[in-house]
C-alpha cells in the first residue's frame, strides 16, 4: 500500500508543478504524506458534491485540475464554500493535490485527452513549449481526422465524445464546411486565436469564447469555432490521469484503486432555446 507521499511524487513526475505558469496554485492542498492510500478519485473541480463522492466511494485522495485556492486566503472556516470543502476532505481524512496548467503543458496532457475524446489523431502542440526540445509539450493540441467531415458531422461526433451537459455545444461557420485539421484547447481557449489562425485549421474546438474574440476571429476566415462547455472539456483529462496512475501502481504492485468522478460540475445547469422568429430588421 503506497504512502501519499509516494503517489504525490508520481503525479509530480507526470505534471512538474514547475511547469505550472507562474500564476497557478498547485499541488497538495490539504493531506498528510505519511497516510496510506488506497482509493484515488480524479475529478476537474474541488467542489463540495465531489468532496462528499469521494467519502461515498472511501477515497483517500482526491485529484482535481482546478485549484481550491487559486489567491491567498486567510480563513478556511467552514462558513465559507471553500472552507467547507477543506473541512470534509480533512474531516475524512481525504487529501487534495492539484494539477491545473502543469497538466495542460504535459505529456500526454488535457487537450491530448480532449482531442482523443472526439476522435482526432493529435499532430503537435498548437503552442509548443519553448522549454521542450521534443516539441511534444504545450498548450493545446493540433489534430486530424481520418477523413473529413462536415462542420455539422463534427459538432455531432464532439457532442457524441463529450460528456453531457446542460448547455451542449455552440457553432459558428458554414454547416457544410469540410473540416480535417482542428486545433483543440481543454477549458478557456480564447486567448489562443492567433496561434489557432496561424496553424491553418478548418476548426478550433475550446471553451468560454466570447463575442468579441470569437466574431473577431469569424470575421478573419476560417476556421470554424466550436464552444463547448469548460468542464466538458476538461473532463477526459481525468480519465486519461486515472490510466495514467493505474499503470505506474501496476508497476509498483501498489494495491490501488482509481475512480473517475461522473459529477457534472459546469455551473450551467439548463439551457433555453430561443422561439423561431421570422425575419430580421423589422422596423418597431
Ligand atoms: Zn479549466
Not at 60 to 68: E, F, N, Q, R, S
Not at 155 to 161: C, H, L, M, S
Not at 275 to 281: E, F, I, N, R
Request: with cysteine; aromatic share 4%; net charge negative.
Amino acid at each position: 500500500m503506497p504512502k501519499l507521499s509516494d503517489v504525490i511524487a508520481a503525479l509530480e513526475a507526470l505534471w512538474p508543478p514547475e511547469r505550472a505558469e507562474h500564476w497557478d496554485a498547485v499541488g497538495l492542498v490539504c493531506g498528510d504524506p505519511d497516510a496510506d492510500l488506497t482509493r484515488v478519485l480524479f475529478a476537474v473541480d474541488p467542489v463540495q458534491e465531489v468532496a462528499d463522492e469521494a467519502i461515498r466511494i472511501g477515497a483517500d485522495l482526491l485529484v482535481t485540475h482546478h485549484p481550491l485556492y487559486l489567491r491567498g486566503t486567510t480563513t478556511v472556516a467552514a462558513t465559507g464554500f471553500k472552507g467547507r470543502v477543506v473541512h470534509t476532505l480533512i474531516k475524512n481524512d481525504i487529501a487534495l493535490h492539484v494539477a491545473h496548467t502543469n497538466a495542460d503543458r504535459a505529456d500526454p496532457g488535457v487537450s491530448d485527452a480532449l482531442a482523443g475524446a472526439i476522435g482526432l489523431r493529435v499532430t503537435g502542440p498548437l503552442v509548443p513549449d519553448p522549454a521542450d526540445p521534443a516539441g511534444r509539450r504545450g498548450l493545446g493540441r493540433i489534430g486530424e481526422l481520418d477523413a473529413p467531415l462536415t462542420l455539422t458531422e463534427f459538432a455531432e461526433r464532439a457532442a457524441k465524445g463529450l460528456p453531457r451537459t446542460a448547455a451542449g455545444l455552440r457553432i459558428a461557420g458554414d454547416p457544410e464546411q469540410q473540416i480535417r485539421t482542428v486545433a483543440v484547447c481543454g477549458g478557456s481557449g480564447d486567448s489562443l486565436f492567433a496561434d489557432v489562425r496561424a496553424a491553418g485549421v478548418d476548426a478550433y474546438l475550446t471553451a468560454d469564447l466570447r463575442h468579441h474574440p470569437a466574431s473577431e476571429a469569424q470575421q478573419a476566415g476560417s476556421p470554424a469555432l466550436i464552444d463547448a462547455a469548460h468542464w466538458a472539456t476538461e473532463w477526459p483529462w481525468c480519465e486519461q490521469a486515472a490510466s495514467q496512475l493505474d499503470e505506474i501502481s501496476d508497476r509498483h504492485g501498489w494495491a490501488l484503486r482509481t475512480y473517475v468522478s461522473r459529477t457534472v460540475t459546469d455551473p450551467w445547469t439548463a439551457h433555453a432555446l430561443s422561439p423561431a422568429t421570422t425575419s430580421s430588421g423589422a422596423p418597431r
